[in-house]
């Protein structure tokens, strides 16, 4: 290879690099503009997996944001769940100290029933008041139950947190 063609090949690797930089730069920001200039793009997750033991009446908590917001993310949880594929275990998210079970969805797909199913649910803190639980920095897992609860081995609990929201940005847009 001569001088001419080192030269050409060097700069067709330097503009594919760019390329590739810029990528994943539009990929990082969700390949958009930010839609809230006070919110901070983040891809942070945080994974339990069995077995573990919950006491009874009890709770493990997992994961807080605080000073922070959740303003998007997501929760999925492989848990053990009866043949008609319920589980006694709860999710809980909300505001410490005011956290309430999360409405989890059934992924029927990769769950099998009397043994293991995956719920899962999004994190979206909701603009206002924190009255009714809207905004999320906390999320856990709970066992409402009396007697202790078990996530066995094969369990799991993924947690993926996209974008955040500093909390004194919340209260003094509504001032």
């Known amino acids: ?28 920001s969700g390949g958009s503009m930010e839609k809230n200039p006070n919110a901070t793009v983040v891809r942070d997750s945080f994974t339990v997996l069995g077995p573990k033991a919950i ?12 000073p ?33 079970p999360a409405e989890l969805e059934y992924i029927q797909e990769l769950s099998t029933p009397g043994k293991l199913c995956l719920y899962h649910v999004d994190l979206v803190s909701e603009h206002g008041e924190d009255v009714d639980g809207g905004i999320i920095t906390d999320v856990a897992v709970a066992n409402p139950t009396d007697s202790r ?3 066995p081995f094969g369990s799991s609990i993924v947690i993926g947190v ?14």
């Open 55 to 66: 006491l009874a009446n009890d709770y493990l908590h997992l994961y807080d944001t605080t």
């Open 68 to 100: 922070y917001m959740i303003m998007n993310g997501h929760v999925a949880a492989k848990l053990p769940c009866d043949s008609n594929s319920e589980t006694e275990i709860q999710i809980l998210i909300g505001k410490a100290p005011n956290l309430k």
């Open 1 to 28: 290879m001569n001088t001419k063609q080192m030269l050409i090949a060097l700069l067709v690797i330097g503009a594919g690099l760019a390329m590739v930089n810029s990528l994943n730069v539009v990929l990082a």
């Open 149 to 151: 609860k078990y996530l």
């Open 162 to 175: 996209n974008e955040i929201m500093p909390l004194e940005m919340e209260a003094s847009s509504h001032d």
